[in-house]
């Protein structure tokens, strides 16, 4: 049982450049979501999903979108990379009474 | 909106000592959860422990217990025997549960080093 998994594990990006984070579970949980985690922030939502076809804006938005065509994928889109965006981004999944199932994280950087 | 504090940047201990770390959280919800996770230089979460709101009863799992003080919002994370593979950034963490089920605030986490 794989649980969540995210690709790539590192990226590096150039300002402008697009990117999609991949992120899959196979666990059949209805909601999955999106945070980033920088230094002295703790995580903070991007984005979430109840659902296939439905998504929602979390905390920290801006720059970023995202689509559920599927109960198992939520890719997360960088349309035009910002160092801003410089982060650990981690994909999870919700099981029964609250239980996040994180991913192993992608460590991003943006020149 | 729901928030999480917790006011510890970095704590240290002894090994084999107990440790506690505090939490505490602002909502107006009667019915939620509540989490510690650690996250060691490999990066992953991992769920340490879970309390629910509606149970009054603090929960325990084995070395990690936590002191539930539910009409003053505070939450603290106590490590008995901590040993060496406990270093780790330690996040406390709510979920309401209701039809927002899932989405969790964090606090900013705190750094714990483990001293032989």
């Known amino acids: 049982n794989a649980g969540v998994t995210q690709t790539p594990k590192f990226q590096v990006l150039k300002t402008g450049q697009s990117m999609t984070l991949q992120c899959a579970q196979d666990?059949?949980?209805?909601?999955m979501s999106w945070y980033r985690q920088d230094p002295g922030m703790g995580l903070r939502l991007i984005h979430y999903?109840?659902?296939?076809?439905?998504?929602d804006q979390g905390e920290v938005p801006n720059g970023y979108n995202v689509s559920r065509s599927t109960t198992e994928d939520f890719p997360l889109r960088l349309l035009s990379a910002a160092p801003s965006q410089t982060s650990v981004y981690f994909c999870?999944?919700?099981?029964?009474?609250?239980?996040?199932?994180f991913g192993s994280g992608t460590q991003l950087s943006v020149l | 909106a729901q928030t999480v504090t917790q006011s510890q940047p970095e704590m240290s201990v002894q090994e084999a000592e107990t440790v506690t770390l505090s939490c505490t959280y602002d909502?107006?919800?009667?019915?939620?959860?509540l989490f510690w996770y650690k996250q060691p230089p490999s990066r992953q979460m991992i769920l340490v422990i879970r309390?629910?709101?509606?149970?009054?009863q603090n929960a325990t799992e084995n070395r990690f217990s936590v002191n539930f003080q539910k009409a003053a919002k505070s939450f603290s994370l106590k490590i008995s025997d901590s040993q060496l593979g406990d270093a780790a950034m330690y996040f406390c963490?709510?979920?309401?549960?209701?039809?927002?089920?899932?989405?969790?605030?964090f606090g900013r986490g705190t750094q714990l080093t483990v001293w032989p």
């Open positions: 999870a999944s919700t099981g029964d009474e609250g239980k996040l199932f």
């Open positions: 666990m059949n949980h209805e909601y």
């Open positions: 999903s109840v659902g296939a076809g439905i998504t």
């Open positions: 909502t107006s919800e009667s019915d939620y959860y």
């Open positions: 309390q629910e709101a509606y149970k009054q």
């Open positions: 963490a709510y979920s309401d549960r209701g039809s927002t089920l899932g989405r969790l605030y």
